[in-house]
């Protein structure tokens, strides 16, 4: 059966911060077979948990392939059924070819943020 993964995307590549994405990739996984669906702009959507969650539920994604993500995006995704799978870096084709070949394992990777000053972001 297939699966439907969303990947956060900057041009070609794996955006790396998930929650400051202006847009994602969603592919088809089937077998070991990754397959471009659509491209979903996120604008206005930007660290907005239940809003991304939502989308990404209208659409079909049942996991989210990135590299950094805060714990409060990852616990929201959660919620709603969402996997997520963070430490993926590299073109977007690439990180879903490689999620479809059971060659990306989430490293746990966790942004912590400091909304009071200026949005600074450290990942771990």
Known sequence: MAKKI?????????????????????????GQTARLVE?????????????????????????LVCGGIGGGMINGLNAVGLEVVSGASGRVVDVAQAYAEGKIVSTGSVCQHDHEHEHNHTCH
Do not use: C, W
């Open 6 to 30: 969303a990947i956060p995307t900057d041009g070609e590549v794996l955006d790396a911060h998930f929650g400051r994405a202006a847009g994602f990739t969603v592919f088809e996984i089937e």
């Open 39 to 63: 491209k979903l702009s996120a604008t206005g959507l930007q660290h907005q948990h239940e809003g991304l969650a939502n989308m990404f539920k209208n659409k079909g994604v049942e996991v």
